[in-house]
Structure formats: C-alpha cells, structure tokens
C-alpha cells in the first residue's frame, strides 16, 4: 500500500487524525525554519501513534518523529514521507519505595514540564531540566543536559516500537548516553521508536526542588538570548566554550541573510528576518572553518539539519 493511501485511509476512519499534504515545517519548529512535509499528523495516544509508524513502514516511507521542534533545522526542500508530531504525553503515578521513586512519561511529554511537575511534588533529579524545551523523546536522542545534570543521570530504561513492530524494553546502559549523543544519534538505533521513559528519582522537599528551578531559571534568563532559535547550535569542545570560540573568530553578531549569531550568546543562531534554512546552514560552516583555521578545533554540531535543500 502507497503511504498516502494507507494515511488517508486512517484519517478516515479515524477523526482524530488530521493529516495535512505539503504542509510547511517552520510552523512546527522552534527555528521558524523549513520546507514541506510530503505528509503531516500529529498523534495524541499511543494506539494512533504505532498505526502511523505502521503504515509508513509498510510502504517503506521515511518517517520522522518531531517533538516541540527544538533543537533542529529542517531544510528548505522539506521532507521527504511522513512526520508525526508526537504528543503522547502521560505520567504515570510515581512507584515510590523508601527514598526512591520510580516514574514512568511518555516521549511526546515537555521535559520542562515533567521538571516543574516532579519538583511540586518533592520529586527529585530533574530541576536543571526546568527549562529545556524539547520533548522527553528528543531528550534521550541528544542526552539532554544543562547546569552540570544530564539525562543519563536519571534514566533507567526506555520502551521503544522496534522494526518489526514489536515494543521491547532497552535499559539506559545499552543507549551509549554520553555528551549530547547516543546510540540514536550514531545511527545504531535509528529504526527504533522511542515510546516512553522511566526515571529513577529521589524524594525531597518540594520548596527545595522549586526554589533550585527558580535559582536556575535566573541564570538561563540572563544568559539565552530571545527570539526564534534551536538552542545551542555547537557542542562545546573539550579545549573551549563554544561561544567563546565563535567569539574569537569575529562571529558574534555576524549575519547571513534573515540568521544571525546571537549578540548576547554567541552559540545561539537567531532567525532575524525570515531566515532559510540555507542561512543557517551557511553560518554553521562559517564558524567551523573560522575555529578550524584559527584553533584547529572542529566544531561539532548539536542542531541536527534534517531533510533535502542543503549543499
């Protein structure tokens, strides 16, 4: 079965699935930046979610699981197949035992918000995440992390929907976390679908736990710039901040087309005036053979450019 068959067979059936042809991606992304989807949903539960995933894998479509966008630059040619916005977002109760609380969130859940929401009730480990914008599933991908934490603290294990559609377990040790990267991000899990994640927390004080997210959103506050961005767009090299690098090299401020290095911040890259993808892409090269020529450091990206229209 074609994949536009097999989706719009579903949206059918079902009305809860509304799918939209050619739809633009710069109004699911946190850059404002991106071409066209050939198809776009978005799935609300995870019955939906598996059916979607099915039918893209029957008719050997690619597919891309979008959380809030962040953290990402889709080219200006678009995607190619499907992309489903992903908001399964249920907590479960936390299993507490003792001082230890076991808790289980679906990937389409805000890590920001499950932050706020583990802190109101004196759960702790999550407080640094308070103002991490992406999804629970991109969190896993790139190993989140801010304010010297990190999801591989944390994480104990996540369910994923595998190529042959079966859901298996896969224990945090297995995913190769490390410094905004994975297995996912070294392509050894690529075919798997990240369905929900377990933490193993503490319990605490919930004044404590809400007054170290307001103390760190002080912090964030002073130092993220505003505007439409995808976050740190370099991992930060062993020898030196990314920012400072970029900043040495006469880049803060520096401008392609409608993006902009951040003047506050300078590994953010700002969308300014109805910046392309092409822009972005443009600066990000920039940079690396600026900081390459100067310190002979190669600069890592930690936006991920998905999709066709880049050199």
């Known amino acids: 079965m074609k994949l536009g068959e097999g989706l719009r067979r579903l949206a059918h059936s079902q009305p809860q699935v509304a799918l939209r042809e050619h739809e633009p991606l710069a109004n699911h992304t946190t850059f404002g930046i991106g071409g066209p989807a050939d198809y776009f949903t978005t799935a609300h539960d995870a019955s939906t979610l598996r059916q979607l995933v099915q039918i893209a894998r029957e008719a050997g ?29 249920a907590i479960a109760v936390p299993d507490v035992s ?24 004196g759960l702790r480990g999550l407080e640094w995440a308070a103002g991490i914008p992406g999804t629970l599933g991109g969190a896993v991908v790139y190993n989140a992390g801010a304010y010297g934490g990190c999801l591989a603290d944390v994480l104990t294990a996540i369910h994923a929907l595998g190529p042959d559609g079966r859901e298996r377990e896969l224990p945090a040790a297995d995913l190769s976390l490390a410094y905004r990267s994975s297995a996912f991000t070294r392509g050894l899990l690529r075919d798997r679908v990240i369905l929900d994640l377990t933490f193993a927390l503490r319990r605490g004080d919930p004044e404590r736990a809400q007054a170290r997210i307001r103390e760190l959103e002080t912090k964030r506050k002073a130092s993220t710039p505003r505007g439409r961005n995808a976050g740190s767009v370099f991992k930060n090299p062993r020898q030196h901040p990314a920012w400072w690098l970029m900043e040495q090299v006469g880049l803060r401020g520096h401008r392609i087309g409608g993006a902009q290095v951040s003047e506050r911040h300078a590994n953010y890259i700002l969308n300014v005036n109805a910046a392309r993808a092409a822009d972005v892409a443009a600066l990000l090269a920039l940079a690396r053979r600026r900081v390459r020529d100067a310190y002979a450091i190669e600069l890592d990206a930690e936006v991920s450019l998905v999709g066709e229209g880049f050199e």
């Open 98 to 121: 003792g001082d230890s609380v076991r808790l289980t969130a679906d990937a389409g859940v805000s890590f920001a918000h499950l932050a706020r929401w583990t802190a109101r009730r």
């Open 61 to 89: 479509a690619p597919l891309l699981l979008l959380g809030s966008g962040s953290n990402i630059l889709v080219g200006d040619g678009g995607i190619r197949g499907l992309v489903v916005e992903n908001k399964v977002a």
